[in-house]
């Protein structure tokens, strides 16, 4: 398969023109509730900024639980309403600055990013990069970050290999496999049920053995500097569990990967320089394709190999479900600020800074 280039978000300057009108005494953190929003509302308390919550009615039940993290909330009947008028119009009074987070990207989608009229932390062109396992793959390669192998449907398989669906779904859809005729079959189906709109969206990688390490990182335009903020594990149904049994007693069962939660991970201190080279290569490779490149949070999915290779086979250009884990600091963030720093809070930190120096226009696109 082509990986094709993208072409440059033309929305990219909406959410500087905003900011430029907000009332700078009144900034507010605005959050979709769902995925990573508890800890980016405690973080923003936490640094004296107000709290906007956008939820669906059912999700109120748990945020009220927490309503003293939260100012204001805007209920929308579906995600997708964040994007109407007057949903933005509301927090745009509320001079709202919208944290973008794993939910947004699956739920609100690229077209909203685009074009919703206020200002995102982060770089709202990437949503489209992550909606597409290709687009991905090839931004990494072209930052020089190693990645494995990948292979197009019809392209004779030579190794175990695992099929991702497009999006950020947690895992959900994904198999392992050996032989092209059995992908090209289930990737079929998956069409036929309408899991997939096309079987080419699919991305077949080479399945690399090791163990998962996931990096959590901030790119801060102000200080220009990588920060890197925490490290994961993700625990996985079944994949996680059939270790639990012996070979001889699994049978037939598929391992499978729906994320259920996440596991803390610190790395070896020997592998820091390249897992933050890695880091800063994407931070540059962002600012190349789709300028003016990432803001703040982000995170390099990778497998570590037995002669500790790093192969990293997924990116996501926002904050990530496992800096939840470290609500109250990482043992890197301590080393940076040698005070409890989340990632959430690290955000509102960014936000602070750039009101103090009168630059909220570099931290938002
Ligand atoms: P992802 O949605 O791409 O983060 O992948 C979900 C899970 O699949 C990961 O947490 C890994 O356990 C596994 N995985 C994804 N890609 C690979 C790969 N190329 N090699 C081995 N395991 C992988």
């Not at 900034?27 to 769902?34: L, P, Q, R």
Request: proline share 5%; charged share 25%; glycine share 8%.
């Amino acid at each position: 398969m082509q990986i094709t280039r993208y072409h440059r978000c033309t929305a990219l300057t909406i959410g500087r023109e905003i900011i430029g009108g907000y009332d700078k005494d009144k900034i507010s953190v605005a959050v979709i509730a769902s995925h990573s929003a508890l800890q980016i509302l405690h973080g923003a308390k936490k640094e004296g900024l107000r709290t906007v919550l956008v939820t669906t009615r059912e999700r109120l039940a748990l945020y009220r639980e927490f309503s003293h993290l939260i100012d204001k909330v805007i209920v929308v009947d579906k995600w997708r309403n964040i994007c109407n008028k007057d949903a933005a119009t509301s927090l745009r009074r509320l001079n709202s600055i919208l944290i973008p987070h794993g939910s947004f990207v699956e739920y609100v989608g690229p077209d909203c990013a685009e074009r919703i009229e206020l200002p995102i932390f982060g770089l709202r062109s990437l949503v489209r990069v992550e909606a597409s396992q290709w687009e991905k793959i090839g931004l990494l390669r072209r930052a020089g970050i190693p990645t494995p192998r990948t292979y197009s449907i019809g392209e004779e398989i030579d190794r175990i290999v695992i099929v991702k669906l497009p999006g950020a779904k947690g895992g959900k859809g994904y198999f392992i496999a050996k032989d092209g005729e059995e992908i090209a079959k289930r990737l079929s189906i998956l069409v036929e049920q309408g899991l997939l709109k096309d079987a080419a969206d699919a991305i077949i990688q080479e399945y690399v053995i090791g163990v998962p390490a996931y990096y959590h990182y901030f790119y801060s335009p102000l200080l220009d500097r990588v920060e890197l903020m925490g490290a994961d594990i993700r625990y996985e149904t079944n994949v996680d569990g059939l270790r639990r049994l012996p070979p001889s007693l699994i049978g037939s069962a598929d391992p499978s990967f729906v994320v259920v939660g996440n596991i803390p991970l610190v790395m070896r201190e020997s592998l820091l320089p390249r897992i933050l080279d890695y880091g800063r290569k994407f931070v540059k490779q962002t600012r190349r394709d789709l300028p003016p490149g990432i803001i703040g949070p982000f995170s390099l999915e990778s497998i570590v190999t037995p002669s500790l290779e790093i192969k990293v086979f997924e990116f996501s250009g926002r904050i990530v479900a496992g800096t939840n884990l470290y609500i109250n600091g990482s043992p890197y963030s301590w080393l940076y600020w040698d005070e409890p720093m989340s990632t959430g809070r690290r955000i509102a930190r960014e936000i602070k800074i750039a009101l103090e120096k009168d630059k909220l226009s570099k931290i938002v696109t």
